[in-house]
């Protein structure tokens, strides 16, 4: 296995180790092997972070100069583009990210999103003349427009950790935040090489920083409680982003959050290749550490033997954990802890009464890292622990329904709304279906809603606001209204309006 050059810090502007040169191990999950040392950021590095962004912020024009932010934001892009093959290395080893998760969100998505965001950038409307309206005997002109929010600490996972990382810090940072990231603690490489080619890029001091750490909470914490920081954005565990919100409540912070998901996949009976369909729905993708997955798949009963079947045949052919092998989708939990938790699940399953067709333990033939075989549960009934909770691991469970009503009604039943997906031989149908689907996204007969011109989020206990899209770009900006006299001409306003804009 390949040694990676160890991480280190940026803060204020520069690379630097953490105090007193600590460093933590970062641990591949494809061998369980040491791969890389990591900075370990102490309470004292995130302090200095926290100051140097407020500074930056408060004390420079990074806010108010557009010109400035798109230039560096974009030559950061440029870098990314030019060092992907060492993202590439990085993204494989450390987050035991399959080959052919590659070209997807793991590292292309992250890279494609540069230019999907500026052109968010360009076409975004930073002020609007509200017109003139009389009140209190007075006619004033009022002016609507949107300013940079602040500090921002961005909060990210290790499933997909570059993508993640790109999502939060590009649109903070063109909108004219400053900007901490901690990465999670099991992928500090990748977010630890976005401050090296920030530094490369020319950043400002303070304007973006980056803290690794080993403890899985202290960093966070700091952010999520510090006044001086305004705004908490965190994609992670449900459980994780009710604490920050928490945090977050004590300062009054903006928070938002990109949570857990326990999506339905509807097969209907009418689908145009059922087979295909079935054998697609397969939680192979990432080990299935996806926050959007669908981990649920619900086939009509009139065809649910058929689709059983399908499900027996796809799971005994199915190629994964190969890091050489290009087609393959699928590698090893992240860690040991995580595949501890997933194999509980699997008991569970197996406890409350669903028959498992495919997978359920660990591997002989895959070495010493984190896998757990693809496994499958058939006869599940909704209220089932499995069809409940988010597993986080490569576990599909198989839920029969009699109608569209009964489809539409399991898959609402859940704390979480995340995503979901219909297959339908009906347009319409399945148009309809997917309108009272209560999820933030969703998929029509294979239509891929993942784009940076669009936002993403969830409804219910499935997060906070959206990234992405214009949507996601207006978290990081506060609106301001600004009223005059009416007789203050209408040029006046926009050229006084966009003084700073420019």
């Known amino acids: 296995m390949v040694t990676l050059a160890t991480g280190q810090l940026y803060v204020d502007g520069v690379l630097r180790n953490a105090a007193g040169d600590r460093t933590y191990k970062d641990v591949s999950p494809w061998t369980g092997e040491v791969i890389a040392e990591a900075a370990d950021a102490s309470a004292e590095d995130m302090e200095e972070a926290i100051a140097a962004a407020r500074r930056a912020f408060d004390d420079t024009d990074w806010a108010t100069d557009h010109a400035r932010r798109r ?21 494989r080893l450390e987050g035991g990210a399959a080959w052919g998760t590659i070209m997807g969100p793991q590292v292309q998505f992250a890279l494609d999103a540069f230019p999907g965001m500026l052109k968010v950038f360009d076409d975004f409307k930073w002020e609007k003349d509200a017109g003139v309206v009389e009140a209190f005997f007075t006619q004033s002109r009022r002016v609507i427009r949107r300013e940079a929010f602040g500090v921002v600490g961005a909060i990210t996972p290790w499933n997909v950790p570059l993508y993640v990382n790109v999502a939060k810090l590009v649109p903070a940072l063109l909108a004219g935040c400053t900007v901490i990231l901690k990465p999670a603690p099991e992928t500090p490489l990748s977010g630890a090489i976005i401050g090296e080619l920030a530094a490369e890029a020319g950043f400002p001091a303070g304007v973006f920083n980056v803290m690794t750490g080993e403890d899985p909470a202290m960093l966070g914490e700091m952010l999520s409680g510090d006044p001086r920081v305004d705004l908490v954005t965190f994609t992670g565990s449900t459980v994780t982003g009710k604490r920050i919100m928490e ?23 009418d689908a145009p290749d059922y ?37 027996e045949q796809a799971y005994a052919h199915v190629q994964w954990g190969d890091f050489d092998d290009k087609a393959n989708y699928m590698g090893a939990l992240i860690s040991e802890r995580q595949r501890k938790r997933v194999l509980g699940y699997i008991e569970a399953g197996k406890a409350e009464g669903a028959r498992l067709i495919a997978g359920g333990g660990i591997p002989a033939d895959k070495g010493d890292g984190f896998f757990v075989e693809p496994t499958c549960f058939v006869d599940v009934d909704n209220k089932m622990k499995i069809a409940q909770e988010e597993i986080f691991g490569p576990v599909l469970v198989v839920i029969p329904f009699e109608d569209d009503e009964d489809a539409i009604r399991i898959a609402n039943d859940s704390i979480y709304g995340l995503s979901g997906a219909v297959v339908s031989g009906d347009f319409d149908r399945g148009m309809a279906i997917a309108k009272r689907i209560r999820a933030g ?15 993403f989020g969830g409804y219910k206990q499935s997060g906070l606001g959206r990234e992405w899209g214009e949507a996601g770009f207006e978290e990081y900006l506060q609106i301001k209204t600004i009223a005059m006299p009416a007789a203050s001409s209408a040029n006046d306003v926009s050229a006084a309006a966009m003084a700073d804009t420019i």
């Open 275 to 311: 087979a295909m369909a079935v054998a697609h729905s397969m939680m192979i993708y990432h080990a299935g550490q996806g926050c959007a997955n669908c981990t649920r798949l619900l086939l009509p009963r009139s065809r649910y033997a058929e689709g059983v079947a399908i499900l």
């Open 441 to 455: 996204t969703y998929s029509v007969n294979g239509g891929i809603w993942s784009a940076p011109d669009v936002p």
């Open 71 to 91: 230039a560096l934001v974009a030559k950061l892009g440029e870098l990314m583009v030019a060092n992907q093959d060492r993202i590439v290395e990085i993204v």
């Open 247 to 269: 945090r977050g409540a004590q300062t009054l912070k903006r928070v938002f959050l990109e949570l857990g998901g326990k999506s339905a996949l509807i097969v209907l009976e």
